[in-house]
């Protein structure tokens, strides 16, 4: 890995508030200690903001980091269509997927050291032949990774979560949950939780699917039949796991001291206990795939994109996770 | 209402913690400012805790507000059976039940004015022909109230919240949740929040079923053919409403401060942000029935029963929950 390379920021869609956010992100590096980061994306997204910085197009990376004491460095991607902030313009969503494969290369070529992708809007991309639930199967794809490889972790400086099973209607939730999807999850967290956060002996709490931990089978027999043969599967492979807890006594205070990730049935049951507890600086990561991949967590926040009003709390969170995660990786 | 009256405290089950944190609350009474209430249950399971307080059996509530300064009163059930701490006895479960018929039928009658139930062990007490899921079935049953009308509220300082659907396995809340049952729980809702807890206009926000509520249909069709139906109905009556808000903003800081009370679509969603914000000054809250009645939102916890180790935060704040809502009712 080097050291020196910096971070690939991609712009997400340009109508949301991704550029907004690296602009944002460029003006407080020094306030907020940032290492060296690229902007991969159209100049006119940034040339619309309201307050934009400084910023240089540069052809490769071999200046970016002398650049970026002054200049927010952009490696262009072109659109030839007009950009409207809080507009979607699929015309432009060529420009927002060839941002992140850029970007996805030059981290797989070790130019870049991390990726943070800006938020995109899925709808507008189906048109392009983005065929994804969002990010995560792209850049699957993009790395030649088997998706059921790929692990969306959570992190806040509160809690980090991982959920088994992620974008499906909640009905769904129950008849795609797995024991050996458990057990994947479960493995490529702990590998990544040792390789890429510095933790010598992980330790995971495992949620319940049901109320009450399905209270003996009363109100629910997956913690039965599903959750519990995978957690003492992992454990014969002397991976540090605990449960099924019912979700509700799972994220209180004293028991969030007693792990490192909680791993979670569904979207909401990991999302709800993050945000509650920190809804400006959690981060999105991608594990599972060679690369170091953090996002804001957050959407495209079209309503007031231009405005001047996006908090960037999660944008530096996003940026301070992918250089810490790097740095132990190296 | 009889303002002087007592507050009905029900032992739950003698082998839990339910007699300690009564007995507790009483040696703190002056501490937390506590009403007179009544303990009804065995005194036997007063005497066999470690520090139990100077209690007095009455035989009627008419000297119950004088004999609290000095002795916690005692409306005697009796057992034949042992009790031990930690470990249940299914002979004590009529006891447990007979504790309950009498608190509801003083509070129906109004000698006492609230009523607090201690925890209960369900399974222990099938056998003696209880048949309800929990307090709430058993407690719409002996005040003659349609189980439907009965609706369940987690309170703390922090936040309330209403879950629509309760205890079943997560698999089954999508086909249990319909646009009756919402507005039902709407309703009983609001006419509580008027009468119980003195807030004017109460405004409710609710949440969605799915991930990113439903974004649009591609993650589960419950917003759009059941929950935002329920939401428009209730609006043309004149209630102050508003969603359904993607579970996982629903809880942040900012959001809480728009609302009263949290609509929950099932068990988990409404207790995990619950606890996760404070998870020892919770308060279970019946509504729809015509009795005012709280409980600690926690279980028997037979595993530190005896051990003077239960935290009373949950107990005080029932209490004083009862003794607020009684008083708004008066």
């Known amino acids: 890995m080097n050291g020196a390379a910096p971070i690939a920021i991609t712009m997400g869609d340009p109508a949301g508030i991704g550029p907004e956010l690296t602009s944002k992100a460029w003006l407080s590096r020094k306030n907020h200690d940032l290492p060296p980061f690229v902007y991969i994306g159209c100049p006119e997204a940034l040339k619309i903001l309201p307050n934009y910085p400084p910023f240089k197009i540069i052809s490769n990376l071999d200046d970016c980091v002398k650049t970026f004491e002054n200049f927010l460095p952009v490696l262009e991607i072109s659109t030839t269509s007009p950009i409207t902030l809080g507009t979607l313009n699929k015309a432009n969503s060529l420009a927002v997927v060839e941002a992140i494969k850029r970007g996805v290369n030059l981290t797989l070529a070790k130019e870049c050291r991390a990726l943070v992708t800006g938020p995109i809007q899925k709808s507008s991309l189906y048109d392009v032949g983005f065929k994804f639930a969002g990010h995560t199967g792209f ?79 009363a109100m629910g027999q997956e913690e039965t039949s599903i959750i519990s043969p995978a957690i003492e599967a992992l454990k014969k492979t002397n991976i540090n796991i605990e449960g099924p807890y019912s979700a509700d006594s799972l994220f209180t205070t004293p028991m969030r001291k007693t792990y490192d990730v909680a791993l979670c049935m569904y979207h909401d049951q990991a999302l709800i206990p993050l945000k509650t507890l920190d809804f400006q600086n959690g981060v999105n990561i991608t594990l599972g795939i060679p690369i170091i991949r953090t996002s804001p967590d957050h959407g495209t926040a079209l309503n007031i994109a231009g405005l001047d009003m996006a908090n960037i709390g999660s944008m530096i969170a996003a940026i301070k996770m992918a250089d810490q995660m790097s740095q132990n990786d190296a």
């Open 139 to 217: 850049l699957a794809d993009l790395t030649a990774t088997p998706p059921d490889q790929t692990v969306m972790m959570l992190a806040s400086p509160e809690l980090k979560v991982v959920p088994v099973t992620v974008h499906m209607a909640l009905k769904d939730v129950a008849s795609h949950l797995t024991t050996r999807k458990m057990e994947i999850t479960a493995k490529v967290l702990i590998k990544a939780l040792k390789e890429k956060f510095g933790i010598n002996d992980p330790k995971i709490a495992v949620s319940a699917l049901n109320p009450h931990a399905g209270e003996g089978g």
